[in-house]
């Protein structure tokens, strides 16, 4: 093997490395705003729980249980 295809091989072995790190990347990027808006829904959720629950003790105060 000469000097020249070791140096084509490196070139072509960096360039496959450079685009893995591209594409994990772009993956992890996808990750975190995945993340992101479950973290929103599950805010969302918990709001309206809270809310629910207002509801029912200001239920239960106009009405209360017999």
């Given amino acids: ?6 140096l084509e091989a490196l070139t072509q072995s960096v360039e496959l490395m ?5 594409d994990n990347e772009q ?4 990750v975190m705003d ?10 969302i959720h918990d709001a309206s729980i809270d809310d629910h629950d207002g509801r ?3 239920l239960e ?3 209360p249980p017999t």
């Fill in 27 to 30: 993956r992890l990027a996808q």
């Fill in 1 to 6: 093997m000469t000097i020249d295809e070791r």
């Fill in 56 to 58: 029912i003790r200001n």
């Fill in 61 to 63: 105060q106009k009405f």
């Fill in 34 to 43: 995945t993340m992101n808006r479950m973290g929103r829904i599950l805010e």
């Fill in 18 to 22: 450079a685009a893995m790190h591209r």
